[in-house]
Structures are given as C-alpha cells and as structure tokens.
C-alpha cells in the first residue's frame, strides 16, 4: 500500500536504499498534462510533468525537493515563488491570495504556489524555500 507523499520512497533514498517501483500502473488516459520548472535558491532546476490544474506546491509534491509549505489556508506566504516564464498558463491571482500577499509583504509578481494552479502548457517559477 502506497503511504502518503511518498514517504517510504523518501526514506529509502536519503538511507541511500534502492527505491521500488510504483506498484500501480499508470492510468491510460491521464488527461492533459503541464510541465513545471522549479528552480530553487541556489539555482538548481527540477522539472516534472502534472495533470493540467494541479497547484504548483501540489505538483512540486513529486519532486525530490519540492516547494516548502507552512499552512494549510494559505495565510503564511511561506510557499511563495516568482513566475519566471508561463505567467500566462496560471490562474489569476484571486482575493485570498492578494490579501495574504499583502500581509506578509511579499513583492509585485510573486505568488502563492499553494493557490495558483497551472492551467497548461509549460511555466517555469522561482521557489525561495525547498524542503
């Protein structure tokens, strides 16, 4: 039985074991898919393929360093990232998102990838804490 966020699949590779294969097999038809480019703060790239829609902390989740988060209701900013390319294939920034912005300061142009969702194609972010 697969445990969640992968954690058995984590510990085996920070011990350094070898990591078994999935146990399902992919579904046929997954449905349209994007592509997500995180680069992190020493400006290492990391790249995966999602299901179109899914939050860019979500979709980072399949990383080997994804997006660090802090919350559940998105109040405190700890997962913001800078759009560096594709801005046009998320979703708009919408009220809670603006208000939690502007609470914790956070500078024009930035989002919370726990709220913004890529809607398709290719985008590319900035993430200023990996876990």
């Known amino acids: 039985m697969p445990t969640p966020f992968g ?4 510990i085996k590779r920070l011990l350094g074991l070898p990591v078994d294969a999935p146990t399902t097999a ?7 898919q994007i592509t997500l480019i995180v680069v992190g703060p020493n400006g290492q790239e990391q790249s995966l393929d999602a299901p179109a829609g899914s939050t860019i902390s979500g979709a980072s989740m399949k990383l080997q360093r994804p997006i660090s988060t802090g ?7 700890t997962c913001h990232v800078e759009i560096l390319e594709g801005g046009e294939n998320v979703s708009p920034t919408d009220g809670r998102e603006r208000a939690t912005l502007k609470t914790q300061g956070m500078p024009d ?6 709220r913004a969702t890529v809607t398709s194609g290719t985008v590319k972010v900035r993430a200023f804490e990996l876990m």
């Open 109 to 114: 142009g930035q989002r919370l990838s726990c």
């Open 26 to 32: 992919p579904e046929a038809d997954a449905g349209p």
């Open 7 to 10: 954690i058995r699949r984590r």
């Open 71 to 77: 919350c559940p209701d998105s109040t405190c900013g």
